[in-house]
């Protein structure tokens, strides 16, 4: 597996996934896109001036083609990160995939277009650890912006990012005008906060049906 170097000071994690196996996600993505729903900033709220996208829910005991294989590349990149970050790896055997992940398309002009990190506080991600995104294409112009490391990643196929969930990692994307982008995305959350917010959401959202019958 490839690798590209980010300044290790950035906290990123940089490793390529095999081509072959974007253009297999690729075809997933044109034989399913008439499933794909708006992209949700947070739970339900949708605002397409700041982030425009289609998305593609992956349940995460989802293992069949192409799955599977992308989750056994996942480990890979995991890992690599863990060998140049392996603090991070201190309490791994506490920490997952809990939540679905996305398969997203941008079209022209679309994107995250406001900076943002990946565990705001909200109790349904505050148990997010870890970030991971694959590039799916080569897209000039279409990598993520690094506020605070001051760095553009570039959206090349397969590669591959890793990347604290705080606002350490304040980003958003490059948006083109020219081009269609399409990535993977999800988040390594601790199991035993996940199960505790996970407790206390779903305790909300019943109290919540409750009061409105």
Known sequence: MDKIEFPKHTLIGASFMPSELMDRIGTFWDKNKEKAAAGALFGDIYDSETKESMDIPIRIDDFSEPWG???????????????????????????????????????????????????????????????????LDDVPDGGTF????????????????????GFSHVHKGQITEKH?????????????????????FNRKLRISLRDNI
């Open 146 to 165: 690094f506020k605070y490391q001051d760095i553009v990643t570039p959206s090349q196929k397969g590669l591959t990012l890793i990347w604290p969930a």
């Open 69 to 135: 294989d992308y989750r056994k590349e996942l480990q890979l990149c995991l890992d690599s990160y863990f060998e140049k970050y392996p603090e991070a790896d201190t309490m791994q055997e506490l920490f997952n995939i809990h939540e679905e992940y996305n398969l997203q398309w941008y079209k022209q002009g679309g994107g995250f277009k406001s900076w943002h990190h990946e565990n705001p506080g909200a109790i349904q991600n505050i148990h997010r650890h870890l970030v991971f995104m694959t590039y």
């Open 180 to 200: 269609e982008k399409k990535i993977v995305t999800g988040w390594y959350g601790y199991t035993e906060m996940f199960e505790i917010s996970d407790e206390i």
